[in-house]
């Protein structure tokens, strides 16, 4: 990745239910990556939002009972509101139905596929899923139901407009045979080749004003709806200004430097094959990398606004405290592009049996001696093995980076604190500590404190260098760790450590543990 300006986003969930800990997932994945790459000295702009015109909330605010426009914006403040509280850097949120760029945005886009010709009218009837907001031939169904959410699917008939898509295909094959375009996992961008390999067929891009019930962005000219992906994907642009002042889509997009986006593996081909080809008609640049993650599961199902098992992300972080026990679940017990199961349980041994005794038992306990034999003022730190081995750690977890791999960074730092507390415990110097406390030979003096000046110190040094580490991770934690050890916060990773002579403060645990 270059050291010029890198564009990050998330995908934009649909409103028509609260959010759940799947998409939390997402946020904290892409959030670490915004905050890894500011450290390396990149200028990133970071990107959230709402998807609020679909089909889907358009029903549920009927269920509800509800104005669309009432539901939709009390759905979009709680998913707006996670990302605060789960610490997530985001510089723009883009809500899609009350964001006037936007429209400028989706009209400015149509009018430019439209100018290539890429756009054109057609009767169309077709199997349609309103929870994907995608037609499927019948081919692509699970027992005739739809693949991805196991529900029948809807017979549609209309007159829309389409979108070239197979006009395309063999240029995106091509980007992604290349790696032009960087598809992250490889078994992920297996599949989108797979996809691409077949026919493609045109798609539809708008909606007609009776099924949409005329919520949505209108089509220029037109009584119809534009389609909500057209829509929803745009909004990547919105944020920088496309269509309207655009000087953060010069640098941004247009200009040089990386623009990543994070999404989830049910929504690939909208993003690896529409989105491309929608930027290719449109003469934009394209994005360089799409990261592909998995599905958080309970019990090995697919967690989902509609499935009944939703679990409240809003609710575990205000049960902890901090934001710092559902991010690191989320990024080391989930493996990036896999799914995997989450349980309050395992979530409750992660926080006691990982963060509490791992680094918040080594950490209150280091600092208490500190405390104790020099006055919370750190000794020299020697140069040792175990300095130097330190040392080595943030080049580890940037390596974890590169290969989309956040659940390995995040367990190498906890494999170097498992190390740290084994050389602790070897160095006991809790027993030189209480041998200062009584009548020790002025010989045998010196040596102790030196024996355990170097042992704090080096303990002092390794956690620093956690405190680093974690920084993309659990910021919430690493800030404070950085304050507890006397550090000043760093502007980027190469920022030296001056641990010689910092006060420390002991007074407040890390990760105190939680009584049930």
Same mark, same amino acid.
């Given at each position: 990745?270059?050291?010029?300006?890198?564009?990050?986003?998330?995908?934009?969930? $649909?409103?028509?239910?609260?959010?759940?800990?799947?998409?939390?997932?997402?946020?904290?994945?892409?959030?670490?990556?915004?905050?890894?790459?500011?450290?390396?000295?990149?200028?990133?702009?970071?990107?959230?939002?709402?998807?609020?015109?679909?089909?889907?909330?358009?029903?549920?605010?009927?269920?509800?009972?509800?104005?669309?426009?009432?539901?939709?914006?009390?759905?979009?403040? /709680?998913?707006? /509101?996670?990302?605060?509280?789960?610490?997530?850097?985001?510089? #723009?949120?883009?809500?899609?139905?009350?964001?006037?760029?936007?429209?400028?945005?989706?009209?400015?886009?149509?009018?430019?596929?439209?100018?290539?010709?890429?756009? $054109?009218?057609?009767?169309?009837?077709?199997?349609?899923?309103?929870?994907?907001?995608?037609?499927?031939?019948?081919?692509?169904?699970?027992?005739?139901?739809?693949?991805?959410?196991?529900?029948? *699917?809807?017979?549609?008939?209309?007159?829309?407009?389409?979108?070239?898509?197979?006009?395309?295909?063999?240029?995106?094959?091509?980007?992604?045979?290349?790696?032009?375009?960087?598809?992250?996992?490889?078994?992920?961008?297996?599949?989108?080749?797979?996809?691409?390999?077949?026919?493609?067929?045109?798609?539809?891009?708008? /909606?007609?004003? #009776?099924?949409?019930?005329?919520?949505?962005?209108?089509?220029?000219?037109?009584?119809?709806?534009?389609?909500?992906?057209?829509?929803?994907?745009?909004?990547?642009?919105?944020?920088?200004?496309?269509?309207?002042?655009?000087?953060?889509?010069?640098?941004?997009?247009?200009?040089?430097?990386?623009?990543?986006?994070?999404?989830?593996?049910?929504?690939?081909?909208?993003?690896?094959?529409?989105?491309?080809?929608?930027?290719?008609?449109?003469?934009?640049?394209?994005?360089?990398?799409?990261?592909?993650?998995?599905?958080?599961?309970?019990?090995?199902?697919?967690?989902?606004?509609?499935?009944?098992?939703?679990?409240?992300?809003?609710?575990?972080?205000?049960?902890?405290?901090?934001?710092?026990?559902?991010?690191?679940?989320?990024?080391?017990?989930?493996?990036?592009?896999?799914?995997?199961?989450?349980?309050?349980?395992?979530?409750?041994?992660?926080?006691?049996?990982?963060?509490?005794?791992?680094?918040?038992?080594?950490?209150?306990?280091?600092?208490?001696?500190?405390?104790?034999?020099?006055?919370?003022?750190?000794?020299?730190?020697?140069?040792?093995?175990?300095?130097?081995?330190?040392?080595?750690?943030?080049?580890?977890?940037?390596?974890?980076?590169?290969?989309?791999?956040?659940?390995?960074?995040?367990?190498?730092?906890?494999?170097?604190?498992?190390?740290?507390?084994?050389?602790?415990?070897?160095?006991?110097?809790?027993?030189?500590?209480?041998?200062?406390?009584?009548?020790?030979?002025?010989?045998?003096?010196?040596?102790?404190?030196? /024996?355990?000046?170097?042992? *704090?110190?080096?303990?002092?040094?390794?956690?620093?260098?956690?405190?680093?580490?974690? *920084?993309?991770?659990?910021?919430?934690?690493?800030?404070?760790?950085?304050?507890?050890?006397?550090?000043?916060?760093?502007?980027?990773?190469?920022?030296?450590?001056?641990?010689?002579?910092?006060?420390?403060?002991?007074?407040?645990?890390?990760?105190?543990?939680?009584?049930?």
């Amino acid at each position: 990745m270059s050291s010029s300006a890198t564009y990050i986003t998330t995908s934009i969930p $649909y409103v028509n239910a609260a959010p759940h800990v799947g998409f939390a997932l997402e946020l904290v994945q892409a959030d670490a990556y915004a905050r890894h790459l500011r450290l390396l000295g990149h200028d990133v702009r970071f990107q959230c939002g709402t998807d609020d015109n679909s089909l889907k909330n358009v029903r549920a605010a009927e269920v509800a009972g509800l104005p669309v426009s009432e539901f939709v914006n009390s759905n979009a403040d /709680r998913f707006e /509101r996670l990302g605060v509280q789960l610490n997530i850097s985001n510089d #723009e949120f883009v809500r899609t139905s009350n964001n006037p760029s936007h429209v400028a945005c989706v009209h400015h886009l149509w009018k430019a596929c439209a100018s290539s010709g890429d756009l $054109y009218r057609r009767s169309y009837e077709g199997l349609y899923c309103v929870g994907c907001e995608e037609f499927y031939n019948p081919s692509e169904l699970d027992d005739g139901r739809c693949p991805e959410h196991g529900v029948p *699917l809807e017979n549609v008939k209309e007159e829309n407009w389409f979108f070239r898509l197979s006009r395309y295909r063999d240029r995106i094959l091509e980007l992604v045979e290349t790696d032009t375009l960087k598809i992250v996992p490889s078994h992920r961008r297996n599949e989108v080749l797979a996809l691409l390999r077949r026919d493609l067929v045109d798609i539809s891009v708008s /909606r007609g004003a #009776e099924r949409s019930r005329v919520w949505g962005i209108p089509v220029p000219g037109g009584d119809e709806v534009v389609y909500v992906w057209f829509d929803a994907l745009a909004n990547y642009l919105t944020g920088l200004g496309y269509g309207s002042d655009e000087h953060l889509f010069e640098r941004y997009w247009r200009g040089e430097g990386e623009r990543i986006h994070v999404v989830g593996k049910g929504i690939s081909k909208f993003h690896a094959v529409y989105w491309v080809a929608i930027l290719l008609s449109a003469g934009l640049p394209l994005p360089s990398s799409i990261l592909i993650h998995g599905y958080v599961t309970v019990d090995g199902r697919k967690i989902g606004k509609s499935a009944g098992n939703g679990i409240d992300p809003e609710r575990i972080i205000q049960a902890y405290g901090t934001p710092d026990a559902l991010r690191y679940y989320l990024l080391r017990h989930v493996r990036c592009s896999d799914d995997g199961d989450f349980s309050e349980d395992r979530l409750e041994a992660a926080w006691s049996g990982e963060l509490a005794a791992q680094l918040g038992n080594l950490t209150n306990r280091v600092l208490a001696l500190l405390a104790t034999s020099f006055g919370g003022i750190v000794p020299p730190v020697p140069d040792c093995d175990f300095v130097r081995g330190a040392a080595k750690l943030p080049s580890t977890v940037a390596r974890a980076f590169e290969k989309y791999e956040l659940h390995v960074g995040v367990s190498e730092i906890f494999a170097f604190l498992g190390e740290a507390n084994r050389q602790f415990t070897k160095r006991a110097p809790w027993a030189d500590a209480k041998a200062l406390s009584g009548d020790l030979p002025p010989e045998d003096r010196q040596t102790t404190i030196d /024996r355990l000046s170097s042992s *704090l110190a080096e303990q002092a040094f390794g956690l620093a260098i956690v405190a680093r580490c974690l *920084l993309p991770f659990l910021p919430t934690a690493a800030t404070e760790l950085h304050a507890k050890l006397g550090l000043q916060l760093p502007e980027k990773y190469g920022d030296r450590i001056l641990l010689d002579g910092a006060k420390t403060a002991s007074e407040a645990v890390l990760f105190p543990r939680r009584v049930a």
